[in-house]
């Protein structure tokens, strides 16, 4: 059995990121020894932070913002695991930097969940004003950089300009009915979560009802319509590769009659990468026949 070491370094950064965040906010006390020897503008202390970036959502109910924070990281894995399948090999910072993201969102989700707020532990004196943050802030911070950085450097990568195809739609129906399955599938997964978690919201915990409802079906709105959108959009992406291959294979057969030296070449990021062998074949049977 071979061992993807890719993956393996993956779930390394993921799991050990979110361990080093967790211990750090639970050494708050072992580190506030430490104060003393640190310049005047920073210091260790702990504080809970009830909301999201910048305390938003910070005045709405415990368990709206625990629902929300859980369903918002179910996504953000769910979309992390599209991306990390359509990227192509080459593009490994931005595997990583796309990982150290997701890991430093999962750190302050944990603590949202199960604590109520996040830890920030970390502060900054700028003037009159104290600014409070984690070590999963600075990753993300971190990840971010990293994944515009890789972004930039290789687009050319990503893109594939060398190799690309006019249209995303080359089986216009094949491609729209795969598409449209999956959107329909992440569609009623949703809905079943929404409906489970505003029940729970509103009739099970019997307390701030209309705060927790309203606040987590704004919050989730724009979600559900981003996330439909943006699997349409990779539906069609991925067909592509499935789609391209065989359009590509048609014309090299339909091609055979005017010039036998002609040679399929797919993309890096095509599915079917047998059919290259097997117009290969079809070529020199064309050609001793000949």
Known sequence: MRINREFILKIAIFFGCITLDQVSKHSVESLSILNSSL?????????????????????????????????????????????????????????FSLTLLLASIAGNSIDRTLLGGAIDFICLRMGADLVYFNLADGMMWIATSLTVFSLIRDRDLIWHPDSSRKTLLINRGLQ????????????????????????FLTHVLHQDTRDAGLA?????????????????????????????????????????????????VLRKSDEHKELEELAEKLRKILQSDL
């Not at 729209?176 to 978690?197: K, P």
Request: proline letters at 4%; zero cysteines.
């Open 216 to 264: 987590y079906l704004i919050g989730i709105s724009p979600l559900l319509l981003l996330f439909l959108s943006v699997t349409f959009f990779l539906s069609i992406v991925f067909s592509h590769r499935i789609a391209g291959p065989i359009h590509a294979f048609r014309k090299f057969v339909n091609g055979l009659s005017e010039s036998s030296e002609q040679r399929l």
């Open 39 to 95: 310049p005047s503008f920073v210091f260790f202390e702990a504080h809970r932070n009830p909301g999201f970036i910048f305390q938003t959502l910070s005045d709405v109910s415990v368990m709206a913002r625990v629902v929300f924070t859980t369903s918002l990281f179910a996504l953000l894995a769910f979309a992390y695991f599209i991306i990390q399948n359509l990227l192509s090999n080459p593009l490994k910072m931005l595997r």
């Open 176 to 199: 729209l009915r795969i598409a449209i399955f999956t959107t329909s599938i992440v569609f009623f997964a949703f809905l079943v979560l929404t409906i489970f978690s505003f029940t």
